[in-house]
Structure formats: C-alpha cells, structure tokens
C-alpha cells in the first residue's frame, strides 16, 4: 500500500515547499494524555499492549484528526519498539520514571549479539496499525511514521532509561568510540529497513526524531548522531514519501541538517524560524516551533504565539506548523484546539 495522496494535499504539498492555501498544522505528539478519549482506551490496556494492538493504535492514532483537526495524523507508537526487537528487554511502568531497559549495553559483546531485525516481523504490529489506519482515515489526512535516530536509540539502550548526564553514553564515545561506532552503525541499518516498512505499509512521510542530539557538542554531535541520520537516508527507500528531521538543541548544526537529505527540518522553540528560513528554508521546508509550555496560557496569548511565529517566518511556503517538541500531557484540550483553530485562521495572511 504505497499509493500517497494527490499533492493538492495541504501536508504533503507543504513538505515540498509548493503552493498551499494556509500553513498546515499537526502535533509530533498527537495521541497522548491530554485526550480523556485517549485515557479511556488506556484504561483498558497497558501502555506496549496498545502499542501493539493495530486497532487501537489505528483508534488513538486518528483522535487527534477527529477531534482537534489537525492536518495530518502520525502512527501511535514507541521509538523504543526498534531496540526491543533487537531483542533488549523493555519495561514500561508508568509514573516509575518512565521506559527502561534492565539489561542496558554495557561491551562490545552487548553490541555485537544484537540483531538487524526484520520490521515485517519483528515489528509487523506497527506495520498492521499502518495499514488500520490508512484504511479508516480513508484520505482524509495524511499518515506519519517515525522512527528515533540512531543515536537517541543508542542513549537509551546504554543508560538503560532517561537520563541527567548521560554518563554511559558519552563514556562509550570517549573512551571506546570504535564500539559506539559498531552499535550506531546497526541501529541506522535497523533504523532505515523500519522506516523503510513504514513506507511501504502506507505512511505518507516519515520522521527521525534526534531527541538526544543536544547533549552532544558540535563536534560530537557531527560523528556520532548527524553521521548516522544521513546513513538512514542514504539506506531509505522513501518512494517519495517527505522525511523530516528534527533534532533537539541542535541549531549549532542547522545548516548541516539542512544538508543531510531530508526534505523537512524541524525546529525546536529556542530556534528563530525567522533566521532559520533565512539559513536553510531555500531548500528544506520547516517545521514548528511554539513552545508547548505556551498551551498552558490564555487562548488570546496562544494566538500571539502564533501570530509571531506566523510573522518571523514570513509570507511564502514550505512551513509545516508545530509545536516546538511533543505536547505535554496536562495540556488543556481547549488550548490544544484554539491553538491549531489559530494556525488554521491567521496562516491564510502568508499565503
């Protein structure tokens, strides 16, 4: 199922920076939380069966496009999936600080044993919720797929979970970078068949989120993470579909980004789309970037925010509106929705 929209499509058409009648908007976090309609489906399953279950990710997946109106929908999931299915154990306890692996990579003989896994195997769960989904949006939006970067996926599978400092991380590029070398080179591999899937099962474009890609300097940030996205693109066989970027307290490299093959950069909030158009948005479209903290404000401040953003950017195409990272999940969902009403009223001035 590779068909994609006709690119009249407001989404698609903005990820190629053509003509658009208003700037589109959606969530890199759609399904979450904020929803009461969300929370009623996790009260009946824990947080991988849903994950795991097509028909009720395909259910959360598309809420957001029902009852917010967003412009495109993107697959209910987990970034964490990929190092299950090389076969790290993962446990998900909510309000217990989050994912963790309790077997965290800890030498070469961790990294070696891991598997490239088949994402048509290993992961056919979110290749069914793919397909559940393209079916029953039935065009209405476009369907996202995503993936972690590699190197975000490293920093989990060697801490084992979140982390402050990072300190296993940053031990294995420093002390052994040849090793960090060996796990980052599987995980594009890995990394670049899911996406790959994804595609082929229906996802109109798809994403590589570089949560972690800001606790690196530059430099680092170039060997250890950049390196490796454009690994995963060289490797993609996106048909087509948009791919986007977005890489966190990373406007160091923006323009490095920019260069990496994507079609989409993401911006998170501390970034001026303004400048940034002005650096790269000749040849990539943008994505973003209000501050999510801002939907916890008045919906007249909310439309400010919008506004300015709207302003910095400036009349033309090639802007994909978000938030500046995922939405949190106390939100109100009245500002979630004066939010992208406000996206929806005043991009038509830009256009």
């Given at each position: 199922?590779?068909?994609?929209?006709?690119?009249?499509?407001?989404?698609?058409?903005?990820?190629?920076?053509?003509?658009?009648?208003?700037?589109?908007?959606?969530?890199?976090?759609?399904?979450?939380?904020?929803?009461?309609?969300?929370?009623?489906?996790?009260?009946?399953?824990?947080?991988?069966?849903?994950?795991?279950?097509?028909?009720?990710?395909?259910?959360?997946?598309?809420?957001?496009?029902?009852?917010?109106?967003?412009?495109?929908?993107?697959?209910?999931?987990?970034?964490?999936?990929?190092?299950?299915?090389?076969?790290?154990?993962?446990?998900?306890?909510?309000?217990?600080?989050?994912?963790?692996?309790?077997?965290?990579?800890?030498?070469?003989?961790?990294?070696?044993?891991?598997?490239?896994?088949?994402?048509?195997?290993?992961?056919?769960?979110?290749?069914?919720?793919?397909?559940?989904?393209?079916?029953?949006?039935?065009?209405?939006?476009?369907?996202?797929?995503?993936?972690?970067?590699?190197?975000?996926?490293?920093?989990?599978?060697?801490?084992?979970?979140?982390?402050?400092?990072?300190?296993?991380?940053?031990?294995?590029?420093?002390?052994?970078?040849?090793?960090?070398?060996?796990?980052?080179?599987?995980?594009?591999?890995?990394?670049?068949?899911?996406?790959?899937?994804?595609?082929?099962?229906?996802?109109?474009?798809?994403?590589?989120?570089?949560?972690?890609?800001?606790?690196?300097?530059?430099?680092?940030?170039?060997?250890?993470?950049?390196?490796?996205?454009?690994?995963?693109?060289?490797?993609?066989?996106?048909?087509?579909?948009?791919?986007?970027?977005?890489?966190?307290?990373?406007?160091?490299?923006?323009?490095?980004?920019?260069?990496?093959?994507?079609?989409?950069?993401?911006?998170?909030?501390?970034?001026?789309?303004?400048?940034?158009?002005?650096?790269?948005?000749?040849?990539v479209a943008l994505q973003g970037n209000l501050d999510p903290t801002m939907l916890y404000a008045t919906p007249e401040r909310i439309e400010q925010g919008v506004q300015s953003i709207l302003k910095k950017f400036g009349k033309g195409n090639g802007h994909v509106f978000n938030l500046g990272h995922g939405i949190l999940p106390d939100t109100p969902v009245e500002n979630v929705r004066a939010f992208v009403n406000a996206v929806k009223k005043f991009s038509v001035q830009y256009h």
């Open positions: 199922m590779t068909t994609q929209l006709p690119l009249n499509d407001l989404f698609l058409r903005a990820c190629k920076r053509e003509n658009v009648e208003r700037t589109p908007v959606w969530f890199m976090r759609q399904a979450g939380r904020y929803l009461p309609e969300y929370r009623a489906v996790r009260a009946k399953v824990d947080f991988l069966t849903l994950c795991k279950t097509p028909d009720l990710a395909a259910e959360v997946t598309i809420q957001p496009v029902d009852i917010i109106g967003v412009d495109a929908a993107i697959i209910f999931s987990d970034i964490l999936v990929v190092p299950e299915a090389m076969g790290m154990e993962l446990i998900v306890e909510e309000g217990k600080g989050g994912p963790r692996f309790p077997s965290p990579i800890r030498s070469r003989a961790d990294i070696d044993k891991l598997p490239v896994p088949d994402p048509n195997s290993k992961l056919r769960f979110v290749m069914d919720a793919l397909r559940t989904t393209r079916k029953n949006l039935n065009d209405k939006v476009p369907l996202i797929g995503f993936s972690g970067s590699p190197w975000t996926l490293a920093a989990y599978m060697v801490e084992g979970r979140g982390s402050k400092n990072f300190r296993f991380i940053k031990e294995l590029i420093f002390s052994s970078p040849k090793d960090a070398h060996a796990l980052l080179d599987k995980l594009a591999r890995a990394v670049a068949a899911y996406l790959s899937a994804q595609i082929e099962s229906g996802a109109q474009a798809v994403q590589i989120f570089d949560t972690w890609g800001g606790i690196l300097g530059q430099e680092e940030f170039e060997e250890f993470s950049l390196r490796y996205i454009k690994q995963v693109l060289s490797l993609l066989k996106s048909k087509g579909a948009p791919v986007i970027i977005f890489c966190k307290d990373c406007g160091h490299s923006l323009e490095k980004i920019a260069d990496a093959g994507a079609e989409v950069v993401g911006l998170d909030w501390t970034i001026d789309i303004g400048k940034a158009r002005e650096m790269i948005g000749s040849y």
